[in-house]
T-cell receptor
């Protein structure tokens, strides 16, 4: 059974600092997604990573995928308070379905 | 706004009851997915329909069922409700349903179910 693990589960950081969220998964996949969720809200798509070595950047967030290591990272540069949210990675199993297996989520709190 | 709509936004009911959650996918999307989000289980895939047919099943209880109608909207039926069924239920949609390069899923606002 595919397992997707994120760490850390909780991240408290100061504005202006850099940090990385890690997403490890247990089976072969070359399709990985990052989502953001604000409290009580829906999931907002951030990045779609479709191949080994894929790197995507949007503002202060950058995501990468290493399919050989079965690892994706979400790097936060010079954090601002508006980035406070829960971040999920999700792996697409391919095949006859595109169901997503989600990681545990990382709650990011950026302190002013 | 993702273009996926879900009703109702909130639902409060009692144990043993039955409820129906409704989802309308984005225009042009053929696949609908249902996910459950709870504090103890996290985000879990329940079931997927593609163009009216069941495509995949996840950790969906036998008390739960779903269907996708000819107009592509979907309903998730939850019966004999228990306290532990309290959760946020999300619907997502995508253009395809598998065997494709990728199918980015767009999530609806969710239905918060509270079972008392």
């Amino acid at each position: 059974e595919l397992k997707v693990e994120q760490n850390p589960l909780f991240l408290s950081m100061q504005e202006g600092k850099n940090y990385t969220i890690y997403c490890n998964y247990s089976t072969t996949s070359d399709r990985l997604y990052w989502y953001r969720q604000d409290p009580g809200k829906s999931l907002e798509s951030l990045f779609v990573l479709l191949s080994n070595g894929a790197v995507k950047q949007e503002g202060r967030l950058m995501a990468s995928l290493d399919t050989k290591a079965r690892l994706s990272t979400l790097h936060i540069t010079a954090a601002v308070h508006d980035l406070s949210a829960t971040y999920f990675c999700a792996v697409d199993l391919r095949g006859a379905t595109n169901k997503l297996i989600f990681g545990t989520g990382t709650l990011l709190a950026v302190q002013p | 706004d993702s273009g996926v709509t879900q009703t109702p936004k909130h639902l409060i009911t009692a144990t043993g009851q039955r409820v129906t959650l409704r989802c309308s996918p984005r225009s042009g999307d053929l696949s609908v997915y249902w996910y459950q989000q709870s504090l103890d289980q996290g985000l879990q895939f329940l079931i997927q329909y593609y163009n009216g047919e069941e495509r995949a099943k996840g950790n969906i209880l036998e008390r739960f069922s779903a269907q996708q109608f000819p107009d592509l909207h979907s309903e998730l039926n939850l019966s004999s409700l228990e306290l532990g069924d309290s959760a946020l239920y999300f619907c997502a949609s995508s253009v395809g349903g598998g065997l494709a390069a990728y199918n980015e899923q767009f999530f609806g606002p969710g239905t918060r179910l509270t079972v008392l």
